[in-house]
């Protein structure tokens, strides 16, 4: 395996991974907003920028990279704390807090760089939303595309395709709210009714504590992709998992 080398920690890691993950490996932190395990690497907030050194380049020549999209290769040096690494990531975090002056997570990160308020005019229509891409990603990860990337420059947004409300092929499972790192995409629930990009679910309860915890059009989608039995839905996650102990406890009764 590849052996990285990160502010001084040497780092074996496998080959295919990314310069992210050894640094990760190397107990190191580093921000990375769009940055999320379960999808591939994006590379939109560009808050994980590093410098790398190569044993074949001039000792004094040096590369800023994003290192969420860098691969791993033998030999590698990482410096994540440098003077430019840092001007670097103050220059972003300098126009999110423009755009998003009074979201909570842009501007304790902001603060850790030693940003109060933007140097910029800021946004006259504050937004939570960064634009990191992650619902939208996970959207399309699952299979339903219902939300995009609209307009361009200063109007750019995340909304269902050609901004129409509601979009036809959400299915309410909440994928893009819960990996959404600022909390700006919202929704409600009351009852059996749930409500997210201006569309209202009829939700399944569970059998054993009546809660309500899917809706009907993600378990319709769900059984017609062949993915899981209609069944499987008959109770929710709580609730399997107490069943789960109560046959394991049964078992345990019977030796």
Known sequence: MPVVTVDGVKVEIEEGKYVLDAIKKAGISVPALCHHPALPPFGACRLCIVDIWKPSWDPDWFRLVASCLYPVEEGLVVFTNTK????????????????????????????????EKTTYDESPEPTDCIMCGLCVRICDYLGMSAISTVFAGFRKQ?????????????????????????????????????????????????????????????????????????????????????EMKDKVLSLQVRV
């Not at 430019?84 to 807090?97: G, N």
């Not at 979009?167 to 959404?180: D, K, Q, R, T, W």
């Open 84 to 115: 430019r690494v840092i001007e670097a990531r103050k220059v972003v975090l300098d126009l999110l807090l423009a755009r998003c002056p009074n979201t909570p997570l842009v501007k304790d990160l902001a603060k850790e760089y030693g940003l």
């Open 158 to 242: 995340i909304s269902p395709p050609l901004d129409k409300e509601p979009p036809e092929a959400c299915i309410g499972c909440l994928s893009c709210a819960h990996i959404c790192p600022t909390e700006y995409i919202k929704f409600e629930e009351s009852g059996d009714k749930r409500k997210i990009w201006g569309k209202e679910f009829e939700m399944m309860k569970c059998k054993r504590c009546g809660k309500a915890f899917v809706t009907v059009e993600q378990v319709e989608w769900e059984v017609k992709k062949g993915k899981v039995p209609r069944d499987f839905f008959e109770l929710c996650d709580a609730c399997k998992r107490e």
